[in-house]
């Protein structure tokens, strides 16, 4: 995993030993901004620490607001499935977008990488969905209250 800067961001990678710590309440290095960490960031810090997932921390100014991640390896046909989510206040300034961007296409630059895409996606989440279509990504399909994207290389 790499470090990957955009114009307001720095995607740090997570290391399951900073995962670990943050799990267990004990000292892990991180600045938490506030709002974070959020509900869906315990998943990926368990992910992280206990099989290696892929995670960054979202840092603006050197403080986390916010987490990403993928899902695992390419699949069969070279997709690669990605997950973030930032902390209440850090919302609606454009940030996903700038990330989701950054980080998909150092995704899309992998050997074997065809695809990266996003699922179970809400419908309801329309900055999501802003954020996803702005970086590029295409509506696959809606189902049960669900939303497919993807973005080829």
């Given at each position: 995993m790499e470090r990957i800067v955009t114009r307001r961001l720095v995607l740090e990678p997570l290391t399951?030993?900073?995962?670990?710590?943050?799990?267990?309440?004990?000292?892990?290095?991180?600045?938490?901004?506030?709002?974070w960490p959020h509900a869906d960031t315990l998943d990926a810090l368990r992910m992280t620490a206990e099989h290696g997932a892929e995670v960054w921390l979202i840092?603006?100014?050197?403080?986390?607001?916010?987490?990403?991640?993928?899902?695992?390896?390419?699949?069969?046909?070279?997709?690669?499935?990605?997950?973030?989510?930032?902390?209440?206040?850090?919302?609606?300034?454009?940030?996903?977008?700038?990330?989701?961007?950054?980080?998909?296409?150092?995704i899309l630059a992998r050997d074997g990488v065809c695809r990266v895409v996003a699922r179970s996606v809400l419908a309801g989440n329309l900055s999501s969905r802003r954020a996803l279509e702005r970086a590029g990504f295409h509506l696959e399909r809606e189902e049960d209250g669900l939303v497919w994207y993807a973005r080829e290389r």
């Open positions: 399951r030993e900073a995962a670990r710590a943050a799990l267990d309440g004990k000292p892990d290095g991180i600045r938490r901004g506030e709002g840092l603006e100014e050197g403080v986390a607001i916010g987490d990403a991640g993928t899902h695992g390896p390419p699949d069969e046909r070279g997709d690669v499935e990605i997950g973030y989510g930032l902390a209440e206040p850090a919302r609606g300034r454009g940030l996903a977008s700038e990330f989701v961007t950054a980080l998909a296409d150092t």
